[in-house]
């Protein structure tokens, strides 16, 4: 066994670029003079062809892996993924972890002054979709001096991100990796995020989305979305074998409303961690962004003909207990991607864990995803051979000249 | 094609039982000077033999068939069930829907007035369970004159009742007829009810259950709950192929949290109709009997223990496309059942609809209960020429002396 630590990226530092350039987005709004956070691990090489670029779902954030040197406890949420040795190998991939607009973990969101009126955005920050998170991704990669990317990944959202990125940007991305992701939400995965959003938007306290200016969080209504969401992340199957219908306190039962069984109190408290950090709007905000995606939309339904512009090599990853976006869903996927004659590698992992399975280190799972960067690393590595050849034989010529 | 008037039971009446005796319930707590609220559909025979107790689900009532003279509109909930010419017909069963206690449609429950402090019970309406509910019933069979049975039926929470009548009085049950039921709620299951149960506590207008005392509803809380619910009760087939990605609008994104998708809208009409009849305090108790209901508990968990006692004959009905109370979980009752050499027929039907199938009239489900309640007559039928030809008999003798 490796040790753990030695796997780390170790202390982390959270970096921070700003966009003077409005961002039009494809509701027709636009965000003027922005800010973007992110992380990066690893070193950029040479001729910058090593960089991997990972998008984050719903709750997460840049902050991909390592730890912060004033908040040790503070671990990436993809720190069993990306570090020395692990799949994504930092000694071998420059990557980067990004903040999407309207998230709340540090881009400018929600929670941010609006320039033009002084006060928080609050339900004036505009609608995104996956689309414009992407164009905001591809500015950071200008900024940063990437081309093209050696990988774009996620997982759920995430994923959604990198697929975006393959029909937007199809000479920009060399591989592109989607994690237990869909190409659309399912009527019940749009009804599960309008619960969610009517329990945020109906909490007294939400106050129109302007309860910055109250003093006052609508923590009741985001404990319940919480409660909703996560609900639909775990497997029944998990479900069963952790909690089943365990009792907190013991044998019998105590006739009331209060947290008995061990799911209720096991869900209430990841609803109050959850409501102390996560923000209202913005959850309205990426919930929306989930609903919206559709590529196929723009082209009669036609995943095929979305995907047809694409140009990268895919993974698609889903698992068998995962019932928000199930195996069928990737299926989809990869049944357009080779209409298209996509090089398209498509793996059904069975694990027990549902939709949060990606965020695991099943090790079938793991060692699929390092296998699979394994063979990026080699392209890699060719290709820096293929430039410092062609760089020397500039030279050779120039010497002779 | 028989004409749907002559095959209801056309206008009917509710009636209403008051119980002077105190009730004991499993709690501890007793449930002194009630009513129930119930309706009866065909005759009773001579030796009251033909009776069929129907028992009701979460949000259901007496009012199982036919409709009000008054409210022509409101028909039965399980009116394509029950009527002349109907899978359970009452030209030879006599049909008895009771309300529960601590339901909102009439017998008492939390709304009602507690004789012991003039006020309304709200939070003090003590927790009923499932085994509650059917000593409640078997009293009303009593003062009804019905000592057996021909069959006690329901549908989920329902089939619960059914399944409890059973072993709590094996020789009052000739038939048990459990539809789209379980043995007891998953951590899933219980998840559900609980993130309802806090959308209805944590609203403000609740008041800790004496909302009545403030003149408000909680409603905000109960339409979160019931769009929980009702996601639950759908399959995600049905959402797909009734709603899919519609939207209400026709082509494009409104890039607003409005109700834009057809599901949306759909979810927050049901809410705000069931919110405007359905009581929050019975909300929370119909879920929390429904959390309770564990025959198996007492016995170590061992669910053939715990039926070792019955002695009726059963039907078991699932619904393939049922994610809520799956088939396995009816599985898991035929096998406890046939363990103790019970007669079971079970049927897992393949319908689209979801946990909602068992309230519709899929032709194969609607043929299967045809079936068995054919047979039922005819062992009535059987047991009355007995019962006559034993009069008789006794005549003659009486004659002879």
Chains 1, 2 share one sequence.
Not at 75 to 84: A, E, F, I
Not at 191 to 197: K, Q, S
Not at 341 to 357: F, K
């Amino acid at each position: 066994m490796p040790d753990t630590e030695q796997q780390s990226v170790g202390i982390v530092q959270t970096q921070r670029m700003h966009f003077a350039q409005p961002l039009a987005l494809r509701s027709g709004a636009s965000l003027a003079d922005y800010e973007l956070v992110y992380e990066t691990y690893g070193e950029l090489n040479a001729d910058r062809s090593n960089a991997v670029l990972i998008a984050h779902a719903l709750n997460a954030s840049h902050h991909v892996a390592g730890r912060y040197a004033d908040q040790p406890d503070n671990v990436g949420w993809w720190d069993n993924m990306v570090g020395p040795g692990k799949p994504i190998d930092t000694r071998r991939f420059f990557v980067v972890g990004v903040n999407n607009p309207g998230s709340c973990f540090g881009s400018t969101g929600p929670m941010s002054t609006n320039p033009e009126t002084g006060r928080r955005y609050g339900p004036d920050f505009p609608v995104f979709t996956v689309e414009d998170w992407v164009h905001a991704q591809a500015r950071l990669a200008d900024a940063l001096g990437i081309e093209r990317f050696a990988a774009i990944m996620g997982g759920s959202l995430g994923g959604m991100q990198a697929i975006a990125w393959s029909y937007l940007y199809p000479q920009r991305v060399a591989h592109c990796v989607a994690i237990a992701s869909t190409p659309k939400l399912s009527a019940q995965n749009i009804a599960f995020n309008e619960v969610a959003r009517r329990a945020i938007i109906t909490d007294p306290d939400f106050h129109g989305g302007r309860f910055y200016d109250h003093g006052v969080v609508p923590t009741r209504g985001l404990q319940v979305a919480r409660m909703i969401g996560h609900i639909t992340y775990l497997s029944d199957d998990t479900m069963a074998e952790r909690f089943g219908r365990l009792l907190r306190g013991g044998a019998g039962y105590g006739f009331s409303f209060d947290a008995e069984f061990e799911i209720e109190s096991y869900l209430r408290y990841q609803a109050e961690k959850f409501a102390k950090y996560f923000d209202a709007n913005t959850y309205l905000l990426i919930t929306r962004a989930l609903d919206y995606f559709d590529p196929a939309q723009g082209h009669a339904g036609d995943l095929a003909a979305a995907l047809a512009g694409t140009a990268a090599d895919f993974l698609v990853v889903s698992f068998t207990t995962d019932w928000r976006f199930s195996p069928q869903r990737s299926r989809d996927i990869v049944q357009a991607l080779l209409r298209n004659g996509r090089d398209v590698t498509y793996a059904e992992v069975d694990a027990p864990h549902g939709h949060d399975a990606f965020l695991l280190d099943d090790p079938q799972y793991h060692a699929l995803l390092r296998a699979y960067f394994e063979r990026i690393a080699e392209e890699v590595d060719a290709g820096q051979t293929a430039t410092i050849e062609a760089i020397e034989a500039i030279e050779a010529i120039e010497e002779r000249a």
